[in-house]
């Protein structure tokens, strides 16, 4: 036995040989570094950007999301579109042919789920969230877990945004409802889910990024069992609304909402709704501010633009200069 390959403790016994003892030392170091791979990769991931283009995928196509795209030089995963319960614009049963359209052109669906009649106001006791907690729209849901199953695709559902507000039906300060009935009533829709197979569907939480109406966004949330992505609303409303905030940059918008979200679980994090008036400032360095910004936000995987020429001219390809501040 090769007496420069071994060691012996002091009592003369055998250990292990050096050559042996070196292979181990070098495959736990590798083995200690691909350890930490996964986290650097989370860190380098590319962030997600999708957008509410109007008119996909209500016509059975994305082509305006497709010359969006185009014209930003900025790659579109997600699609997002807003399906109402009861009437108004557009038909509230599930459309197979928009979810297909959106999954047909390489995207994901994101689909604003809204238990209301958009023509018909803020109180809508039709609506209330106790009749949804207390199962009277139980079919009407199973019918959407049964129909999104079908998919076997990844579906996110942004169920009853913007709940920490004073506009939509399913708010908790209007009415009738409160914080309490919009998590039983959360949960009551996640359930049929489960109970249907409906695993590819992603819920989506998404609040104001400023609570409007007394209560916070905190008192809303379902829990980390019920919500798959934390979301946050949240826009740049420019001088000409001085009433919403006026001008105010990208961390003026959504630095606390981030840090409060972030506080309630571990769940990737998006901005699910964003946009920015042109009056008042540089709408242009905006942009490229919240993608600098957004690198540094390390839970946050997505951005999803708002385009369109709504309240204010929100559209990421209203000047050539805008679209070039989007191009990654």
Not at 215 to 231: K, N, S
């Amino acid at each position: 036995m090769d007496g420069s390959l071994w060691t012996a403790d002091q009592w003369g016994m055998a250990t292990t040989p050096l050559r042996k003892r070196t292979l181990t030392i070098a495959v736990v170091a590798v083995l200690s570094l691909l350890a930490l791979m996964p986290s650097v990769a989370a860190a380098k991931a590319p962030l997600q950007f999708g957008a509410f283009s109007p008119g996909d995928p209500y016509n059975g196509h994305t082509q305006g999301t497709n010359k969006l795209q185009s014209k930003l030089g900025r790659r579109v995963t997600l699609v997002n579109w807003y399906q109402n319960w009861g009437g108004g614009d557009w038909i509230s049963s599930v459309q197979n042919h928009l979810v297909n359209a959106a999954l047909q052109s390489g995207r994901t669906p994101l689909i604003t789920w809204e238990p209301w009649d958009p023509a018909a106001g803020v109180n809508q006791p039709r609506f209330s969230l106790s009749k949804i907690a207390r199962g009277d729209f139980d079919a009407y849901i199973r019918s959407w877990a049964i129909a999104l199953r079908g998919f076997g695709r990844t579906i996110n559902l942004r169920p009853m945004h913007e709940m920490n507000s004073n506009w939509y039906p399913w708010a908790g300060s209007v009415n009738g409802n409160s914080p309490e009935l919009y998590v039983q009533a959360w949960r009551r829709m996640h359930d049929i889910f489960v109970q249907n197979g409906a695993s590819n569907v992603r819920w989506v939480f998404s609040p104001n990024n400023v609570d409007v109406g007394g209560q916070r966004m905190e008192q809303f949330y379902p829990g980390a069992g019920y919500v798959d992505v934390l979301g946050v609303d949240g826009y740049n409303w420019g001088s000409k609304a001085p009433g919403n905030g006026g001008w105010q940059s990208f961390s003026r918008v959504f630095k606390g909402a981030y840090k409060r979200l972030g506080k309630l679980g571990s769940q990737p994090i998006w901005i699910a709704e964003v946009g920015s008036a042109p009056e008042g400032g540089n709408k242009a360095a905006w942009v490229r501010d919240m993608f600098s910004k957004a690198k540094k936000m390390r839970r946050l995987k997505a951005i999803i633009w708002f385009n369109e020429d709504k309240e204010q001219d929100w559209r990421a390809d209203a000047s050539h200069k805008i679209a070039a501040a989007f191009r990654s």
